[in-house]
């Protein structure tokens, strides 16, 4: 496994209220295009309809067994999350995780 500098990471976010502005496609391209440049890429999808994780193949993310809200309860249970458990792994070498808020990961 390769060593990353923390000093060396950078946040790029992709935000608007409005829907259907092309948040998912520019966000895809560009975390493409710097994984293309040999750089690591974290997808985070916090869309409540999880479009971006959808638009990179995942076409049922209700059923995926880890995500944002499943790892936000664990911290909240004071329960260990395992390195790289939530992460998806597209073949086009970007990495995603997804929030997929349900009742079942937040409920206590």
């Not at 966000?27 to 309809?49: A, E, F, M, P």
Request: hydrophobic fraction near 35%.
């Amino acid at each position: 496994m390769s060593s990353y500098n923390i000093t060396d990471c950078r946040v790029i976010s992709v935000v608007n209220q409005k829907g259907g502005v092309g948040k998912s496609v520019t966000s895809t391209n560009l975390g493409i295009g710097h994984t293309r440049r040999g750089l690591k890429v974290l997808i985070v999808d916090l869309d409540s309809q999880a479009s971006q994780t959808v638009s990179l193949g995942w076409r049922v993310p209700d059923d995926l067994p880890t995500t944002i809200a499943t790892q936000i309860s664990k911290i909240i249970d004071n329960k260990p999350i395992e390195p790289l458990e939530g992460i998806l792994q597209h073949a086009e070498g970007v990495d995603l995780i997804s929030v997929i808020w349900c009742a079942s990961a937040t409920t206590r």
